[in-house]
């Protein structure tokens, strides 16, 4: 069975950073497109960065783009995101996807992940 377990989100000031954190169990993580999505209240869930399951390559939306970096620990089965130079307009549940077929041109869309985390809450606000 596959799990998603996301942690480590909070309140933090703007201008700050944080690291948060989903440990994938179930399957063999190195085969698996890992990534972060994000809802803030009334809106749809957006995408935020992904890291392709074979090449490792790491995609972003132009919103975080030179702020958050994506990686992963494959030793540990986690991958990060790391963010930084948070903003208010950031905050939302942050959900961690997986999912071990997606294609290239699919992964922004919610829709094309499998596997999803229960979503850790970050809250950007002074």
């Known amino acids: 069975q596959v799990q998603l377990a996301e942690s480590g989100g909070g309140l933090v000031q703007p201008g700050g950073s944080l690291r948060i954190s989903c440990t994938l169990s179930?399957?063999?993580?190195?085969?698996?497109?890992t990534g972060w999505f994000r809802q803030a209240p009334g809106k749809d869930r957006e995408f935020v960065a992904t890291?392709?399951?074979?090449?490792?390559?790491?995609y972003y939306a132009d919103s975080v783009k030179g702020r958050f970096t994506i990686s992963r620990d494959n030793a540990k089965n986690t991958v990060y995101l790391q963010m930084n130079s948070l903003k208010p307009e950031d905050t939302g549940v942050y959900y961690c996807?997986?999912?071990?077929?997606?294609?290239?041109?699919?992964?922004?869309?919610?829709?094309?992940?499998?596997?999803w985390g229960q979503g850790t809450q970050v809250t950007v606000s002074s």
């Open positions: 996807a997986g999912d071990g077929t997606i294609i290239l041109s699919s992964i922004r869309d919610p829709r094309g992940y499998d596997y």
């Open positions: 179930g399957r063999n993580f190195r085969s698996f497109t």
């Open positions: 890291i392709f399951r074979s090449s490792s390559n790491t």
